[in-house]
């Protein structure tokens, strides 16, 4: 995919049926992941006080693939999932419609298989 194109080319991010979580050992909360990086919701004073849905918004929006990763691991598949469908159900969604479509593939292909 080139820089500054517009198109999405999801078979370039090689996803696989097993997400490889190896860099995650000091975090025990979704809200670790803000305290380790706090650019992520640098206008939020009470990081302990963010609900896993917020957190889980603002990895989504401003984190890396790390991040994402971290998140899952403390959460889990499944749950990580059950929080962003909820979160789409809202009539207002805080996701960018890009992270909002690529997670919808993402949980389509990975959650749906798992819990089967």
Do not use: C
């Not at 050992?25 to 009470?46: E, G, H, R, T, V």
């Not at 999932?81 to 979160?87: G, H, M, Q, R």
């Amino acid at each position: 995919m080139e820089i500054g194109s517009t198109h999405f080319a999801p078979n370039s991010l090689r996803l696989t049926n097993t997400i490889n979580f190896d860099r995650i050992y000091y975090m025990n909360s979704p809200q670790d992941i803000i305290k380790n990086k706090p650019y992520l919701a640098w206008y939020i004073k009470d990081i302990d006080g963010m609900s896993d849905k917020s957190v889980l918004e603002h990895v989504f929006n401003y984190g890396d693939w790390d991040d994402v990763k971290d998140f899952i691991k403390i959460k889990g598949l499944n749950e990580s999932w059950k929080l962003f469908k909820n979160t789409q159900k809202n009539k207002r969604s805080n996701y960018k419609p890009q992270i909002e479509h690529f997670f919808s593939l993402f949980f389509k292909i990975h959650a749906q298989t798992h819990s089967k």
